[in-house]
T-cell receptor
């Protein structure tokens, strides 16, 4: 089945640094979603992307839908302690009524 | 802000017992889902439900699993005879008219002993 590969798997950064993570697929997605999950909680939707090339921001977060429709990246600027968590990319395979998730990028911030 | 709510937050059950996980999706949403997440792993799709029937299910969703929307607000997942490997976080989600942006509940942690 379709898989989403996220990199890096984990990141250790200093507070205030910018963060970049990405997600790739072997097949085309028409929608890319980015979620954040805190420990013991459900995934929270951060950004939704619907068009190839689209660049969308949500506060300090910026995400882009790759031109090939096979990748997306998420940037976080000026990281703060509450940015700690696991970030997942997700998307619906064409014609499917479900989301496929990447394996996540775990973000740790040193104060 | 509307949200998906799940009960209970934690359920411990004996192997072989039946469990029912409950969810109240966002009220005007049309698509309903169950996902699960084994500790430390990614979120996996189980089943989607639209127009009072299953629209898609994964290989994980075998005959031991069933879903129901017994009334206009609740959406349930039943596991008939739990196995140790069913231990996981189970998330309910719902999405609106286009079925893409899914909003997740807080999850039910199921522990099978």
């Amino acid at each position: 089945g379709q898989q989403l590969n996220q990199s890096p798997q984990s990141m250790f950064i200093q507070e205030g640094e910018d963060v970049s993570m990405n997600c790739t697929s072997s097949s085309i997605f028409n929608t890319w979603l980015w979620y954040k999950q805190d420990p013991g909680e459900g995934p929270v939707l951060l950004i939704a992307l619907y068009k190839a090339g689209e660049l969308t921001s949500n506060g300090r977060l910026t995400a882009q839908f790759g031109i090939t429709r096979k990748d997306s990246f998420l940037n976080i600027s000026a990281s703060i302690p509450s940015d700690v968590g696991i970030y997942f990319c997700a998307g619906p395979p064409e014609g499917a009524q479900k989301l496929v998730f990447g394996q996540g990028t775990r973000l740790t911030i040193n104060p | 802000e509307p949200e998906v709510t799940q009960t209970p937050s934690h359920q411990v059950t004996q192997m072989g017992q039946e469990v029912i996980l409950r969810c109240v999706p966002i009220s005007n949403h049309l698509y309903f889902y169950w996902y699960r997440q084994i500790l430390g792993q990614k979120v996996e799709f189980l089943v989607s439900f639209y127009n009072n029937e299953i629209s898609e299910k994964s290989e994980i969703f075998d005959d031991q699993f069933s879903v129901e929307r017994p009334d206009g607000s609740n959406f349930t997942l039943k596991i008939r005879s739990t196995k140790l490997e069913d231990s996981a976080m189970y998330f309910c989600a719902s999405s609106g008219w286009d079925g893409t942006e899914a909003f997740f509940g807080q999850g039910t942690r199921l522990t099978v002993v």
